[in-house]
């Protein structure tokens, strides 16, 4: 099963500058090195971004959890990089009651196969 609602996938700006590629986010800073490993950059934000949205478009659920506030959704597996590389990549989606638009929360690496 896939991300519902996978092509209209919400990354912001602020979620990928502000806390993905941030190396003085107390939260982000670890993804941040690891991003800019994979060849990311602040400047151009969105290919994060869009590599975020097609992981969640063509990669399983591996996880699906109910909130009293919506629906989170647990998407694992490779990432396309600019350095050539895949690594295996946690993304965490959130997708509100009463809406239909998956909202990224959270990305990192993990290692295959290793589902929380």
């Known amino acids: 099963m896939k991300l519902p609602n996978a092509e209209h996938t919400e990354v ?3 979620k990928v500058v502000d806390y993905l590629l941030s190396t003085v986010h107390p939260a982000g800073a670890a993804k941040a090195r690891f991003f800019l490993r994979m060849g990311f950059a602040a400047t151009s934000w969105r290919e994060l971004a869009s590599a975020l949205g097609e992981h969640a478009r063509t990669t399983a659920l591996a996880k699906t959890e109910e909130s009293p ?5 647990t998407v694992e597996g490779r990432l396309q990089t600019p350095s050539g590389r895949r690594p295996w990549v946690r993304t ?7 809406k239909d638009r998956p909202r990224l ?12």
């Open 12 to 14: 912001t700006r602020s």
């Open 69 to 73: 506030f919506g629906w989170r959704y």
């Open 92 to 98: 965490v989606w959130f997708v509100e009651h009463g």
């Open 105 to 116: 929360v959270t990305a990192y690496p993990c290692a295959e196969g290793k589902q929380r």
